[in-house]
């Protein structure tokens, strides 16, 4: 193996993990964005609530440490190196480690399952960019490809969602509505890709796994101004909506997230939940599929996929495997400025 790569690259989004790290974080996610400093800060007041740590960075952490024993038991001899794209270790620094510990060709895992500027296309601008600051000794960094319709990422979040709802009494299960919630982007980020055809087969896919003819597919983390339109509905305007229209009971799955991280810490599990608790309305959460073991065989997959073309692309339903190379033009930059969202990850 080592003759065609020799490295994997985790590629994520960063999260500070201290209080003073906060402010600088967001100043990296937001620089160049028409983002009011106003929204900045009450996003800054999220991290503060939970002492200014964001999960993801201790579940990239559990991931590397649940592939390298996933590697190891395969006898895969393939080094896992691990760089962000807002906050440490960034990107740029891991590369440069990378070529000094003689890393010519690597792939890299973007902890994205979905096609969009932002969740894709931009973390490849992102590699361009770094390799460009590194210069002649930079590695060679090829994506795996879009996930979010492999078995690896669709059978961990079924079995998330049977759980929450055997939390349920049974003779009430089939009643409860499933309600699928994914980061919401700009409309017209959204027009340029296929984010939200994907994100719908992935919450039929999960429905259907769990007797299912369907879900709802909501958003949430919006952080554009008011005049730009961004995907709808917000999953708190959907609880309100539902919860009128006489329901009591609903599963909330994140599909639209790898893992459980500011995103689904403050605006599931607090803003949400408190909704639902002055509601009355009784909401059980599915856990995002995290380092789930099914999840981390996924990456091996992937990872074994571009060693060998003749290797079968495992998907589930009807859209098919995402090509192992990115089109040049797909997922293009949003042409208004300051169209893509911040994140808090």
Not at 29 to 43: C, I, K, Q, T, Y
Not at 178 to 192: C, K, Q, Y
Not at 249 to 271: A, I, K, N, R
Request: glycine share 6%; net charge neutral; proline share 8%.
């Amino acid at each position: 193996m080592s003759t065609t790569y020799d490295a994997l690259l985790i590629l994520s989004f960063g999260g500070p993990e201290r209080r003073e790290d906060v402010i600088p974080f967001l100043e990296n996610v937001l620089r160049g964005r028409n983002v009011p400093r106003e929204r900045m800060l009450a996003v800054a007041e999220h991290y503060y609530l939970f002492g200014g740590r964001s999960p993801i960075n201790d579940n990239n952490r559990a991931l590397i440490a649940a592939l390298k024993t996933e590697f190891a038991a395969h006898r895969i001899d393939l080094p896992i190196y691990w760089g962000n794209r807002n906050w440490h270790p960034l990107l740029a620094d891991t590369l440069r480690a990378m070529a000094r510990d003689g890393v010519r060709r690597a792939l890299a895992f973007v902890t994205s399952a979905y096609s969009s500027y932002s969740s894709c296309r931009q973390y490849l601008d992102d590699i361009v960019r770094a390799r460009a600051e590194i210069g002649p000794a930079a590695p060679q960094v090829h994506k795996l490809r879009v996930f979010y319709n492999h078995p690896g990422f669709i059978e961990p979040m079924i079995e998330n969602v049977g759980k929450a709802l055997a939390r349920f009494p049974a003779e009430e299960r089939a009643a409860v509505p499933l309600v699928f919630t994914a980061h919401s982007i700009p409309v017209s980020m959204a027009r340029t890709s296929r984010y939200v055809e994907q994100l719908e087969e992935a919450c039929r896919l999960v429905a259907a796994g769990v007797g299912r003819s369907g879900g709802t597919l909501v958003y949430q983390s919006r952080s554009g101004p008011p005049s730009q339109p961004w995907l709808e509905p917000d999953i708190c305007d959907h609880l309100r909506s539902i919860h009128q229209d006489g329901v009591r009971q609903v599963v909330v799955m994140p599909v639209g997230f790898v893992s459980d991280h500011m995103e689904t810490l403050y605006d599931l599990d607090t803003e949400a939940k408190e909704l639902c608790d002055r509601l009355g309305l009784r909401m059980e959460r599915a856990p995002a599929v995290g380092n789930h073991p099914k999840f981390v065989s996924m990456i091996r997959e992937l990872v074994l996929e571009r060693f060998d073309e003749k290797r079968e692309r495992r998907f589930l339903g009807e859209l098919g495997p995402r090509p192992d190379v990115c089109a040049e033009d797909c997922c293009p930059r949003p042409q208004r400025p300051g169209a893509g969202p911040p994140g808090r990850q």
